[in-house]
């Protein structure tokens, strides 16, 4: 039997976050170490206990939760509650799990979790970067240990949704993004674009989401709300992002189009701070740092959301 990959995940759940956490409960080649938690779609307290419940509704409470940054590194950023419901699970008034997370900060769990799976372990940011960049302060040397690192974030044309120019993640701390994708010589990226054009039919998902699992009946009422707005605002498709990034990350063979480029992350802009630059035409002499997601297997990706749901 091959080894499992231990898997690392630093998320701010948050409904898409809570279909990426899913399919990682349910991947079969990768060994979950834990899951390192940021504010973002909503404040650190609620992405925390969010966390928490959904790994009693999968039956996973062996994976231990690390509580990171509440804040960004400087500057104050709104939060996305309008998108996943004021506590980020939709508001459905679930009752909290009986757990509580570990207490060991999640920058420190990083750095931990990177020395026990040196050169094996598989990263995957799927919120703000804060916690991977207090981690990065903390020991410049964390890149050396990671074998492989997959962001949800950035719009690698500047086609932002949370700006004109940028998107959530990298807008929320676009110094810890800075500070990120300096640091790490490669990043595997799923940026909003590519979320755009990998989205799924409601009416397929709601199939889905009538799956007889405790699963999928959780998911189906936290994702109510965030499933409206969406249907509102972008019509037939729904799109979740750190869904398509959890799928390449997991799946990568999945992806049908990958490009190289340098990418570096603005800070100072007055139109376009946390924006991700894209050097398309390699002008400025810097390395290639990322790996950009163009085109993804949809089938593979539907695939992986259905069996994390217990779908068929
Ligand atoms: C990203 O922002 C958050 O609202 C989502 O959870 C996702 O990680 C999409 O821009
Ligand atoms: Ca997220």
Redesign the pocket.
Known sequence: MTKKIPLLIDT??????ALALLMAFSDPGHQLVGLTIAA??VGLEHTVRNALKLCEVAGREDVPIYAGCADPLLHPAAD?AY??GRDGFGDIGYTPASRTAETEHAALAILRLSHEHAGELLLVA??PLTNIALALKLDPTLPQRIKRFVV??GAVSAHG??TAAA???IA?DPEAAHIVFLAFPHIDLAD?EA?IAHGFLHVEAEQWLQADSPRARFYERISLQTRHWSADRRGDHWHS??AL?MAYALQPEGALELLERPVAVEMAGTLTRGATVVDWNRQEGRPDNATLLMRYDQARFEGLIRAALAAT
Do not use: C
């Open positions: 701010d759940p948050g409904v898409d976050d973002g779609n996305a998108v996943h799927l919120g949800m974030g949704n949370i998107e959530f993640n929320f909003w979320v992002a750190d990034a």
